[in-house]
């Protein structure tokens, strides 16, 4: 049997941390995922996931994702129900995930909830080991940036070497 679930998506609000009576991290948070088509309106439609995380990664993810981050999640599909207060049963299914990407730097969205220039408008690799991404300080990068935008350095700025890169080899 194969239960597996990959997801890119931004997250609709802040994550939720908390203990167990054990005092085992765990942080939920609802992921939108836009569909791969558009409606009759020509629209497009997107899904709203719940995901569930568990100990340190649950702990990074509460401590460097915010609302409308953008992330990866990995992880499986599980169905739980449980009787509430008012005797009615609720169903719920959920990703469990096993592993959460930052898929870009902390803070790289404006208030308004528009992503900041960043090399071409591609999202900055995150080091899932360490939790979150940080651009290198090379003060001589020679990069221009818009006044009032933070700046994002260029880790190859200082290698004069042109950088051959075709389609195929992105992961994306």
């Known amino acids: 049997m194969i239960n597996r679930v990959v997801l890119v998506g931004r997250l609709t609000k802040n994550p939720e941390l908390r203990y167990t009576p054990n005092g085992v991290a765990v942080t939920s948070f609802t992921i939108a995922v836009n569909r791969p ?3 009759q309106q020509g629209e497009r439609d997107a899904d709203f996931i719940p995901v569930v995380v ?5 702990e990074n993810a ?3 994702l915010q ?18 207060n008012e005797g009615r049963r609720v169903y719920v299914t959920e990703v469990v995930a096993d592993s959460v990407q930052f898929l870009e730097p902390k803070g790289a969205r404006h208030n308004d909830g528009g992503y900041m220039p960043n090399a071409g408008n591609s999202p900055a690799p995150a080091n899932p080991t360490r939790g979150n991404y940080a651009p290198p300080n090379n003060q001589n990068s020679g990069v221009s940036q818009s006044q ?3 700046s994002f350095d260029d880790p ?5 070497k ?5 389609d ?3 992961p994306f």
């Open 37 to 39: 088509f558009s409606n």
């Open 54 to 58: 568990w100990r340190r990664q649950a």
């Open 62 to 64: 509460a401590n460097f």
């Open 67 to 84: 609302k409308g981050s953008l992330a990866g999640v990995d992880g499986r599909i599980q169905t739980r129900n449980y009787e509430n």
């Open 148 to 150: 009032g935008a933070p």
């Open 156 to 160: 190859f700025a200082g290698d004069s």
């Open 162 to 166: 042109p950088i051959d890169i075709s």
């Open 168 to 170: 195929d080899d992105l």
